[in-house]
């Protein structure tokens, strides 16, 4: 039996809310899972995720994200952060973007980072949303969380006298 997914498409251009803000996921020494925002739309939700990797898990995702061009390479694998989500039944999240992931060795320490944007159509109201991510082959082990939904406020200005 297949996995449900969710499918890899954009949500609509405009007309959506911030429902949540920034949230730590997970954290170890050297990689760090972030919900940045959750968005709602008429018709889903949208979600941004941001993984940071350095020293070892970083070198690991290099590894695992790189194009694989030598069929005879007995570690051709690829992975990738591994999503599930939903309001009611959990199912495979397929970013609709993934912001470059950069990776690069200044002063010798290896570092990643990605930005992946994930749609869930799903009919409003939606109350909590459940996240399931984790990416084992680099270190990164799975974490569970459920976030309630509400409109967030926009950051007051502070008042000039």
Known sequence: MRSPRRPATAPPPCGGDRVHGRRLLTA????T??????????CGLALQL????????????VHETRP????????AR??????WAGTDDLSVAD?????????????GICTYRSEPLYWLP????????????????????????????????PRSTPRRT
């Open 78 to 83: 690829w992975s990738y952060l591994d999503v």
């Open 95 to 107: 970013p609709y973007f993934s912001r470059p992931d950069l990776h690069a060795a200044t002063s």
């Open 50 to 61: 941001a993984l940071s990797a350095t020293d070892r898990p970083a070198r690991r995702a």
């Open 33 to 42: 899972l972030q919900l940045v925002h959750i968005t709602a739309y008429p």
């Open 28 to 31: 170890d020494t050297h990689l």
């Open 122 to 153: 799903v009919p409003p109201p939606a109350r909590t949303v459940t996240l399931t991510a984790g990416w084992p082959q680099i270190g990164l082990p799975v974490s569970v969380t459920t976030a309630s939904l509400a409109p967030v406020a």
């Open 68 to 75: 694989l061009t030598d069929p005879a390479d007995p570690s």
